[in-house]
């Protein structure tokens, strides 16, 4: 139990918002992007998520599944018998997709990594729950030089899109946007969190698999002998090893809650990888069991934030292990030769594995 903790707001500091689109403390300037699906209340939620929502549609994503199983299998042809799962796997395979969906050329995937890390660089300071310590003004520079870099990069590719549609999400957000639906700022700032909520998580969704198959042999020759067991193995990778370790919340109005006051304007972080361990809902929590059901966790959120992408998430880690069991068809094993967790607490996996067969 436990999933919540509390942080007091600090005097003159603005509401909080969400991670993604985290505004900085006694923040000055104005925000590099305006404020998005994430950290929106109803009734501007609402009418966005529905926009967003429709490149996301059950029908859309069947016909990106022979287009997933490609990239899965070209990359996979070009690695050698031990390699960094993450740097040529599980990176590229969901960036690739995101980036192909939106209508960025996924050949840049190597600044979109750059941007990632630079946002996420927090050696200092881990368990700061924000981009970074938004009080250090040198710290506050970074993170927005890296938003002044991405909102350059998709307001050049929303100009050409403009001139010339082509059939992806930014196409289609600007046919929203004709119709008087959505703001062009709305759009960048759609831009920037798709970019990055729809690869980094599931990058270590992947990468959290496959360490599971390497520490758990009888697993993995489960899964090896049949594939449809992959789909409740991937549910107990997402509670167990839960690749958002929170959510956060702005307090609207005072209230009590397990004893606690809390206040209006109060940051509250809700522990998603607490609550996916919870003994009041989950039978020996503390067990990794690659068949359980049910498994109602929370990794993908909660309520009307609940993951758009959640479906997405599932269909490429589904097709990356039967893509990963097929390629190691002959192993008895897999083994892990190095694993360096990323360095944020918000996030909940590898920035590097290396896989021996
Ligand atoms: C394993 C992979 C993923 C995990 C664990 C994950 C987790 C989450 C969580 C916990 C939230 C809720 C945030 C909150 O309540 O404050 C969320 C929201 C969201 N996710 Fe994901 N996500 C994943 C993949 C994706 C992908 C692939 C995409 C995009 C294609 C995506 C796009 C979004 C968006 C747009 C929201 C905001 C929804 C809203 O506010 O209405 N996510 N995700």
Request: neutral net charge; proline residues 6%.
């Amino acid at each position: 139990m436990g999933s919540l903790s509390l942080r007091r707001r600090e005097p003159g500091s603005e509401r909080s918002s969400h991670l993604f689109l985290a505004k900085p403390a006694r923040q000055q300037e104005e925000p590099v992007f305006h404020d998005s699906i994430l950290s929106l209340d109803p009734p501007q939620h609402t009418q966005l998520r529905s926009i967003v929502n429709r490149s996301f549609s059950p029908a859309l994503l069947r016909e990106w599944e022979p287009r997933i199983r490609t990239i899965a299998k070209d990359l996979l042809s070009q690695t050698p018998p031990v390699f960094d799962l993450i740097r040529d796997f599980a990176y590229p395979l969901p960036v690739t997709v995101i980036a192909d969906m939106m209508g960025v050329p996924s050949k840049d995937q190597a600044m979109f990594r750059q941007w990632v890390d630079r946002l996420f660089m927090m050696e200092n300071d881990p368990t700061n729950i924000r981009f970074a310590d938004e009080t250090k003004p040198d710290e506050r520079e970074r993170i927005r030089n890296v938003q002044l870099e991405m909102k350059q990069y998709f307001r050049d590719i929303v100009h050409a899109r403009k001139q010339r549609p082509q059939n992806d999400l930014i196409s289609l957000l600007i046919d929203s946007h004709s119709r008087g639906q959505i703001s062009e700022e709305e759009i960048l700032s759609i831009c920037f969190l798709l970019l990055l909520a729809g690869h980094i998580t599931t990058t270590n969704l992947i990468g959290n698999a496959v360490y599971s198959l390497a520490e758990d042999p009888e697993t993995y020759r489960r899964l090896q002998e049949d594939y449809g067991n992959i789909p409740l193995f991937v549910e107990e990778v997402l509670r167990y090893h839960s690749p958002v370790r929170f959510v956060t919340r702005t307090v609207a109005r005072d209230v009590r809650l397990s004893g606690e006051i809390l206040h209006a304007g109060d940051t509250v972080v809700a522990w998603i990888a607490s609550a996916n361990r919870d003994e009041q809902v989950f039978d020996r929590p503390d067990r990794f069991i690659a068949d359980r059901k049910p498994n109602p966790h929370l990794a993908f959120g909660k309520g009307i934030h609940f993951c758009l992408g959640a479906p997405l998430a599932r269909m490429e880690a589904h097709i990356a292990m039967q893509a990963l069991l097929s390629h190691w068809n002959r192993k008895e094993q897999i083994q892990v030769e190095e694993a360096r967790p990323v360095k944020t607490i918000f996030l909940n996996g590898y920035e590097k594995l290396t896989i021996a067969s």
